[in-house]
């Protein structure tokens, strides 16, 4: 029987300089591994180092992921199946949740290779935590349309879902879109729907507020850039 490695999904820290936000059992195991798939290899030797790893960088070998798939998952299983244990690691966040790498897990699964999911911050479970919504039933839509037109059908169809279901919805944007879809949110829904705004995640700036829509029109909106976690909810 062939002896496969174990693959590791490791959290990273969400926000610079929040190291602090990992479990020590989450630092150990990175510092017991040689072998990592990651987004980009740079920010994850950058990221390593800030650890003070008992290693040298330079003896990691990381292969980065083929974010079009163009590739395939076949050859990032090859040190696994050596029997190397391996660390599937986040450019921000936990691994495989609006994140690459689900099909690497699959793929693990298919060949009976032992998967182990690792603690660490989670912004899409932090800001539902602090959003006072339906914490037993939600869903999570990733990133939303780009374009307006899209946007604003989604959003829509969105909060007719949160209405009729009552689960809270959940979406996520990046800093440079973050104002653009708030302002649309607050042209596009009921007054009566409740908006959180989660903004910076477990940084210095971190500000989570929930208000109705209503409530929200009569606030400024900081023109500020900042990843954002969005919910809306009856």
């Known amino acids: 029987m062939q002896n496969y490695g174990t693959l590791y999904l490791i959290p990273c820290p969400i926000a610079e300089d929040t190291n602090s936000t990992l479990p020590q059992l989450t630092i150990d195991k990175i510092f017991e591994l040689r072998n990592f798939i990651a987004e980009r290899a740079k920010t994850t030797r950058r990221f390593i180092k800030t650890l003070n790893p008992p290693y040298q960088i330079s003896e990691l070998e990381i292969e980065e992921l083929d974010k079009h798939g163009k590739t395939g998952v076949d050859k990032y299983l090859n040190a696994l199946r050596k029997g190397k244990d391996v660390g ?23 060949e009976h290779i032992k998967v182990v999911p690792l603690v660490g911050p ?42 009729k279901t009552g689960y809270a919805q959940i979406f996520m944007e990046t800093p440079y879109r973050s104002k653009k879809i708030i302002d649309m949110i607050l042209k596009s829904l009921s007054p009566k729907t409740r908006l959180c705004i989660a903004k910076n995640i477990t940084s210095v700036d971190e500000e989570i507020k929930t208000k109705k829509i209503s409530e929200w029109q009569k606030t400024p909106i900081s023109e500020e850039k900042y990843p954002a976690i969005l919910i809306i909810s009856p």
């Open 88 to 110: 599937l690691i986040s450019e921000a966040g936990c691994p495989c949740i609006a994140d690459p790498g689900g099909k690497i897990v699959a793929q693990a699964y298919r």
């Open 122 to 163: 989670s912004s899409i479970l932090l800001a539902m935590m602090a959003s006072g919504m339906n914490g037993q039933a939600f869903t999570f839509h990733g990133y939303l349309p780009v374009k307006n037109d899209g946007l604003k059908s989604r959003l829509r169809k969105l909060e007719s879902e949160a209405q």
